[in-house]
């Protein structure tokens, strides 16, 4: 099989049809229709969505091998208003390596068991992953792999992390309601700038343990858009959470809700808030980990393995190990020349170095495979 013209292919293809959060059509429907060539018996809206499972059965009993793939793109706002889509994660390079590995493993005999290759929507929203578990998708799975593309300065083209220690992250909005006056009796108000202020001061002085990375920051202040001379009735926050620990995360999200709502009252406004967003940081799986390096090894040399790496961004992929913890799980970094970062409009790679990941996914499959029951 010729990797690098089936990456050409696939990702000239995705790459020109970027589609945002559960209104991945095209896309969905182009990886159907190459697993469904290739040899897979293929489900479509899985989750009742845009996801999609390929199966391939090899006819005897044996594990259950997945690779996982997300689809979705990015929005950046235009000067005139309107929105356009594009793959500035890397999300076309996933999935054109998921589908190359998904090409290879139809032709070869699979010792045993089955491979199924996940392509998931929405992760960009982190609503994806559990998507596609809430529809079972990953219920008899007993191994994941997954990748990421990684920006140059963490991974250079032909290397590959072995284990991506993503952060949980949770996103919150708030509001926070006063009483509107005129600027010339503000006893007769409750002004929701200044209970908007509090609240935003009183987050900043939460600590954690600095071992653990926990930190919150306000990423939105927005309120008094009337008159001057008017006293604000209404104001909206936004919070972005991190933490290397789900368990901290968690004791986060309560503190960091809690203060909105009683700083706000303290100030004689209210104020509600909910959760927009969030995603688990990785679990390790030391199980798995060692045979991803030597496979790293063995089929790139001793050059391409990199260390395990943390990095402070969220990934929904970390869901699938989270909600069915009897999976082993590996979600590789893969280097590709990435620059100048994720999530930049101007994002470029060079999707040939994604030939290494090929190699390493289509091996890792075939090596757990050949466990037999």
């Keep these: 099989m010729d990797i690098r013209k089936r990456i050409d292919v696939f990702w000239s293809y995705l790459h020109a049809i970027p589609e945002p959060a559960f209104r991945e059509i095209k896309t969905s429907a182009f990886v159907a229709e190459v697993l469904r060539k290739a040899g ?5 809206k899985v989750g009742g969505t845009t996801g999609v499972v390929g199966l391939l059965d090899s006819g005897r009993p044996g ?15 235009q000067e005139d208003g309107t929105e356009k889509a594009v793959h500035a994660c890397g999300h076309d390079g996933h999935m054109t390596t998921v589908l190359a590995v998904a090409e290879w493993l139809a032709l070869e005999d699979l010792p045993c068991g089955k491979v199924k290759i996940i392509f998931q929507p929405a992760e960009e929203i982190g609503k994806g992953a559990l998507a596609m578990i809430d529809a079972g998708a990953v219920d008899d799975v007993d191994y994941l792999f997954g990748l990421h593309v990684m920006p140059d300065d963490m991974a250079r083209s032909g290397e590959i992390i ?3 220690s993503w952060t949980a992250c949770t996103l919150i909005e708030a509001e926070v309601r006063g009483k509107a006056a005129h600027g010339s009796q503000p006893h007769l108000g409750v002004n929701a700038i200044d209970a908007g202020a509090a609240i935003v001061n009183a987050v900043n002085a939460l600590h954690s343990n600095p071992l653990l990375g926990g930190n919150v920051k306000t990423t939105r202040f927005q309120g008094g858009s009337g008159s001057l001379n008017a006293i604000c009735d209404k104001v909206n926050l936004g919070f972005d959470l991190r933490s290397t620990s789900n368990t901290e995360m968690l004791e986060l999200r309560q503190k960091v809700r809690d203060l909105i709502a009683n700083t706000a009252k303290v100030y004689g406004a209210e104020a509600d808030s909910h959760i927009v967003g969030t995603c688990p940081a990785a679990e390790a799986d030391a199980a798995l980990l060692p045979l991803t390096q030597e496979v790293i090894v063995s089929v790139l040399g ?11 961004v969220g990934e929904d992929f970390n869901f ?12 590789m970094g893969v280097g590709c020349g990435l620059t100048p970062c994720l999530h930049d409009p101007a994002m470029t790679y060079d999707r040939y170095a994604l030939e290494g990941a090929v190699k390493v996914l289509h091996e890792l499959v075939l090596r757990v495979l050949g466990e037999r029951p």
């Design 302 to 312: 001793h050059k391409a393995l990199l260390p395990v790496k943390s990095i402070t």
């Design 320 to 331: 699938f190990k989270q909600e069915r913890p009897h999976m082993k799980t590996v979600d």
């Design 162 to 164: 072995p284990q991506i």
């Design 40 to 44: 897979y018996e293929v489900q479509e």
């Design 63 to 77: 594990p259950v091998a997945a690779v996982r793939s997300d689809m979705d793109c990015l929005l950046f706002k």
